[in-house]
Nanobody
Framework: QVHVVESGGGSVQAGGSLRLSCTVS???????????MAWFRQAPGKQREGVAA???????NYADSVYGRFTISMDKEKATLSLQMNSLKPEDTATYYC????????????????????WGQGTQVTVAS
């Protein structure tokens, strides 16, 4: 059974930084297993949108809105996906979700919400102006 748990959310002033972590249990991230991992976010009244993604080939993708400010990385041995968020803006305020896809190495790079993800419960990020 795969479980996805996020941590690291909180409140910060504009211009500040936060680091989100996502730990996945029940799956081994090796060079031979298929995976694609992503962070999505959803603000009140808005659709869920992709923020950053990382796949088994160490390929990354970022939404234009966060490019240059956010960095996604993964510790495969610890099965932990991280999102370093710098220069935060009020418009980054949202619930952030970690998503793990173990069937395709590419769908999450396109931020396809229809992929077969295991989702975390979400962690709130609030950026005050």
């Amino acid at each position: 059974q795969v479980h996805v748990v996020e941590s690291g959310g909180g409140s910060v002033q504009a211009g500040g930084s936060l680091r989100l972590s996502c730990t996945v249990s029940g799956y081994r991230y090796t060079n031979y297993e298929t995976y694609c991992m992503a962070w999505f976010r959803q603000a009140p009244g808005k659709q869920r949108e992709g923020v950053a993604a990382f796949n088994m080939y160490d390929t990354t993708n970022y939404a234009d809105s966060v490019y240059g400010r956010f960095t996604i990385s993964m510790d495969k041995e610890k099965a932990t996906l991280s999102l370093q968020m710098n220069s935060l803006k009020p418009e980054d305020t949202a619930t952030y979700y970690c998503a793990a896809d173990h069937t395709s190495p590419y769908q999450c790079l396109a931020f396809d919400v229809r992929a077969s993800y295991y989702w975390g419960q979400g962690t709130q990020v609030t950026v005050a102006s």
